[in-house]
Every structure is written in structure tokens, then in C-alpha cells.
T-cell receptor, first 114, second 113 residues
Framework: DGGITQSPKYLFRKEGQNVTLSCEQN?????MYWYRQDPGQGLRLIYY???????QKGDIAEGYSVSREKKESFPLTVTSAQKNPTAFYLC?????????????FGSGTRLTVV | SQKIEQNSEALNIQEGKTATLTCNYT??????LQWYRQDPGRGPVFLLL?????KEKRKERLKVTFDTTLKQSLFHITASQPADSATYLC????????????FGTGTRLKVLA
């Protein structure tokens, strides 16, 4: 089955630690995205990548970093500079170069600072 | 400032009735608008896309309208079922060419048996 796999499902981070969230897709999509979802707020875009080895900051990129070394993979690192990282993180992909199709989302990773 | 508004209050309707959800926006000129369904603890699932030059789109029991004059989209579920209970999100693509969608906060729908 084609889709997006996010791991882990739950992640606990201690103060001052960096953590990396995994996102892998086998849909052959060019574009990939990371969103953050907080209660009562819409999904907010952290980073996006339209092709391999290229990515752009979204609306709330501070304290986060990404890489796109392979088409299938778009990992997100939450650094210690992110002051309020507790949230539900969603990875998505789409067919690049067209807007006729919606995004395919993963199941999400819930990150909690302990 | 740019804003997308969906009714934050939950919508409760009786099984078999038509559910109508609203998405209003200000200071956008969206080229495309999408609707997604999200279940608790899961990622959103794409339902429908409508373009600015389309007035209405249908898919099975779902219907979406797009009124660029009123700056509003309506999402209808006819013959609603308890299984339709979920949060529904609208998302706008501005005509900026970046293929980034802006998401609303969603409206929670509960269909009562």
C-alpha cells in the first residue's frame, strides 16, 4: 500500500534535547511538508520541500530543521531552541507541480516535553 | 490580516439530515480550496478540491460550493451517518504559486443516531 509513514507515534523529549521525527513516503511524490497542530489552532506550516536537496521555511520554522537527501524521506529535527515543542506533528506529501490533488498526510507524531 | 474562519463550536445533527459546514476567509484570493476529514489522533484525509472558477463540486454524499464574492465555501454531507462524525478542515491555496495551503482550525461534526 502506498502512503506516508511517520515514526514514532509518541515521543517524549527532555528539556535541552534535540529529537528527530521520521517521515517516509512511497507515493513517488515530489513535494513534502511538515505541519504542527495545536489545540484550537489550524495546521501551521513548519518547512516544505518541492524537490530533493531543496527546502523552504514555512510560517513557524524557528527552532526546527529539516533535510531532504532522498525523495522518499523528509525528517524533522526539533531543536532545543524550540521553546514550546509539545504538539502534534504531521507530515504530508503531494504531487509536485500541480494543484489538482490534495495532500496525503501521515498518522502524526505526538511530541511531549517532560 | 489574512484569516480563515471555521465554526469552532461543534455541530450536532440527527442521522439522515444534511450537515452544512462553513469556511469563511478574508484578505485571500484563493485559487483552490480543499476540504479534509480528521479523526482524533490521526492525520487529515483529503476529500474534495474546488477551483475558483467552479461553483460546486460533488463526490458521492459530499458537496462543496465556492463563492469568491462572499469569500465563503460550504461543505455539505447529505444523508449523514454516525460514521461521518469527525473534524472537517478547509484549506486555501493562494495564487502565489508556492503550492502552500493554509488550513482552518476545523469544525467538529457529531452525527447522532
Amino acid at each position: 500500500d502506498g502512503g506516508i509513514t511517520q515514526s514514532p507515534k509518541y515521543l517524549f523529549r527532555k528539556e535541552g534535547q534535540n529529537v528527530t521525527l521520521s517521515c517516509e513516503q512511497n507515493l513517488n511524490h515530489d513535494a513534502m511538508y511538515w505541519y504542527r497542530q495545536d489545540p484550537g489552532q489550524g495546521l501551521r506550516l513548519i518547512y516544505y520541500s518541492q524537490i530533493v536537496n531543496d527546502f523552504q521555511k514555512g510560517d513557524i520554522a524557528e527552532g526546527y530543521s529539516v533535510s531532504r537527501e532522498k525523495k522518499e524521506s523528509f525528517p524533522l529535527t526539533v531543536t532545543s531552541a524550540q521553546k514550546n515543542p509539545t504538539a502534534f506533528y504531521l507530515c504530508a506529501s503531494s504531487i509536485g507541480g500541480t494543484t489538482n490533488y490534495g495532500y496525503t498526510f501521515g498518522s502524526g507524531t505526538r511530541l511531549t516535553v517532560v | 490580516s489574512q484569516k480563515i474562519e471555521q465554526n469552532s463550536e461543534a455541530l450536532n445533527i440527527q442521522e439522515g439530515k444534511t450537515a452544512t459546514l462553513t469556511c469563511n476567509y478574508t484578505n485571500y484570493s484563493p485559487a483552490y480550496l480543499q476540504w479534509y476529514r480528521q479523526d482524533p489522533g490521526r492525520g487529515p484525509v483529503f476529500l474534495l478540491l474546488i477551483r475558483e472558477n467552479e461553483k460546486e463540486k460533488r463526490k458521492e454524499r459530499l458537496k462543496v460550493t465556492f463563492d469568491t464574492t462572499l469569500k465563503q465555501s460550504l461543505f455539505h454531507i447529505t444523508a449523514s451517518q454516525p460514521a461521518d462524525s469527525a473534524t472537517y478542515l478547509c484549506a486555501l491555496l493562494t495564487a502565489s504559486g508556492t503550492y502552500k495551503y493554509i488550513f482552518g482550525t476545523g469544525t467538529r461534526l457529531k452525527v447522532l443516531a
